[in-house]
T-cell receptor, first 113, second 114 residues
């Protein structure tokens, strides 16, 4: 079964700092890659996705992620965070042709004003 | 923006009781899913559902679990005889035919089994 790894479960940083969250997956075939965000008390929302094409994808709220196939990675970045980015961030992977999502454990990000 | 809605937000039940968790997917969506997240663990896939039947289920989804689309709007997850280890956050998701790989999630139902 595929697995998804996210490290540094708790991240605390100040406003305007840069954020990078790592995501690695174990499946060797073609994959679809996602980052979801869950703000306090809210539902999981899609931040960005990669299916094919340009490995650098841009999502909402200034987030971007880079797919590096050779490293089985899909790291999330934001150059300058805001207090409103305080949330839990989940990386998820599905195999091509299959909708079943495998999630990482999540990163709890706290941005201090 | 259309949302997946789940009720109740918190369900408390006694061990051995049956519970039904309810979800209203986005109206034009045709693919439905249940996931769960035990406290401190990953979100785990339970089941996917399309065209009134289960498309795929995980090893977690044993005979204690069932899903149903009783009418045109609701999608339910039933746990027949709850166990302590069923305590978790249960998420419903849906996707539409034009973009089946993108799942839209509800806010979840927290199930507490006492």
């Amino acid at each position: 079964a595929q697995s998804v790894s996210q490290h540094n479960h708790h991240v605390i940083l100040s406003e305007a700092a840069s954020l990078e969250l790592g995501c690695n997956y174990s499946y060797g075939g073609t994959v679809n890659l996602f980052w979801y965000v869950q703000y306090p008390g809210q539902h999981l929302q899609l931040l960005l996705k990669y299916f094919s094409g340009d490995p650098l994808v841009k999502g909402i709220k200034g987030f971007e992620a880079e797919f590096i196939k050779s490293k089985f990675s899909f790291n999330l970045r934001k150059p300058s965070v805001q207090w409103s980015d305080t949330a839990e961030y989940f990386c998820a992977v599905s195999r091509y042709g299959n909708n079943r999502l495998a999630f990482g454990k999540g990163n709890q990000v706290v941005v201090i004003p | 923006e259309p949302e997946v809605t789940q009720t109740p937000s918190h369900q408390v039940t006694q061990m051995g009781q049956e519970v039904i968790l309810r979800c209203v997917p986005i109206s034009n969506h045709l693919y439905f899913y249940w996931y769960r997240q035990i406290l401190g663990q990953k979100v785990e896939f339970l089941v996917s559902f399309y065209n009134n039947e289960i498309s795929e289920k995980s090893e977690i989804f044993d005979d204690q679990f069932s899903v149903e689309r009783p009418d045109g709007s609701n999608f339910t997850l039933k746990i027949r005889s709850t166990k302590l280890e069923d305590s978790a956050m249960y998420f419903c998701a849906s996707s539409w035919l034009g973009e089946i790989n993108i799942q839209y999630f509800g806010a979840g139902t927290r199930l507490s089994v006492l």
